[in-house]
C-alpha cells in the first residue's frame, strides 16, 4: 500500500519533476544545483572536522562537484564573447559601458581559471608556479563584475517609480523582490570573491559555506523567477 502511494504521488507531482528536469537540463541551471550541493556540503564538513573526525568520503565527492562546476564553467567562455559581440554592435547612444566593462571581466576571468584548471591537471607545466597568482586574478576579474552588477541593481531600483499606478502594480512589486533576490545574491558572493582574491582567506571553511549557499539559493530562485 505504501509502495502504491509513493508511485501515486510520484505521478501526482510530475509536473514538478518535469520543471526540474528542465531546470537541470541545461548548463547554468545544473551548475545552480551542484553549487547548492557544494556549499551546504562544505557546512556539513566543516562542522564534522570540527568534532575531531573527518570525512574523507564527503571531501572527496565536494571536490568532484568542484571540478564538475569548473568544468560546465567552459561553456561560460563562449557566452561572454557572444554577450561581447552583441554590445558592440550596438549603435555608440544604446551601449551600456558597464555592462561591456562587465562582458570584459569575464573574458579574463574564465580564461584564468580554465588554464589553472588545466594547470592543476598535468597541462601546462610552466604555468604551475602561477596558479596561485592566476587564481587570484580570475577571482578579481569576477569581483569586478560583482561590483559592477551590485550597481546596476542600485540603478534598476532607483529608476522604479515610487508611486505605483494600480496596473503597474503587481510588475513592480515582482521587479522589486527581483532586485532584492539578486542583491542578496550578490552580497553572498563578495566575500567569496574578496577571500579568494587574497593571498591569504580570511573567511573559514564554514563561513565560505553560509556565503555561498545564500548565493546559490538566490541564483536558483532567480533563475525560477
Not at 57 to 83: D, M
Request: hydrophobic share 45%; glycine share 4%.
Amino acid at each position: 500500500m505504501n509502495c502504491t502511494l509513493a508511485i501515486k504521488r510520484l505521478v501526482t507531482d510530475a509536473p514538478t519533476l518535469d520543471a526540474f528536469n528542465t531546470f537541470t537540463s541545461k548548463t547554468d541551471g545544473a551548475d545552480k544545483v551542484f553549487r547548492v550541493l557544494t556549499y551546504v556540503g562544505r557546512i556539513i564538513l566543516a562542522y564534522i572536522n570540527k568534532t575531531g573526525t573527518r570525512s574523507i568520503a564527503l571531501s572527496a565527492l565536494l571536490q568532484s562537484f568542484s571540478e564538475l562546476r569548473v568544468l560546465l564553467r567552459f561553456f561560460g567562455l563562449p557566452k561572454a564573447i557572444v554577450w561581447l559581440e552583441s554590445l558592440l554592435l550596438q549603435s555608440k547612444g544604446d551601449v551600456n559601458q558597464l555592462q561591456l566593462m562587465q562582458a570584459l571581466s569575464l573574458l579574463i576571468y574564465y580564461p584564468m581559471e580554465h588554464v589553472c584548471f588545466l594547470s592543476k591537471k598535468g597541462f601546462f607545466p610552466s604555468i604551475k608556479p602561477h596558479e596561485a597568482s592566476l587564481s587570484r586574478w580570475s577571482s578579481r576579474a569576477w569581483l569586478f563584475y560583482l561590483i559592477v552588477d551590485l550597481y546596476l541593481v542600485y540603478t534598476e531600483w532607483k529608476k522604479l517609480p515610487d508611486t505605483i499606478v494600480s496596473d503597474d502594480k503587481d510588475a513592480s512589486v515582482k521587479e522589486k523582490r527581483r532586485l532584492t533576490i539578486k542583491a542578496l545574491g550578490i552580497f553572498g558572493d563578495l566575500p567569496l570573491a574578496i577571500t579568494w582574491s587574497m593571498e591569504e582567506s580570511f573567511l573559514s571553511d564554514s563561513m565560505v559555506g553560509v556565503f555561498g549557499t545564500i548565493s546559490s539559493i538566490t541564483g536558483i530562485s532567480l533563475r525560477l523567477m
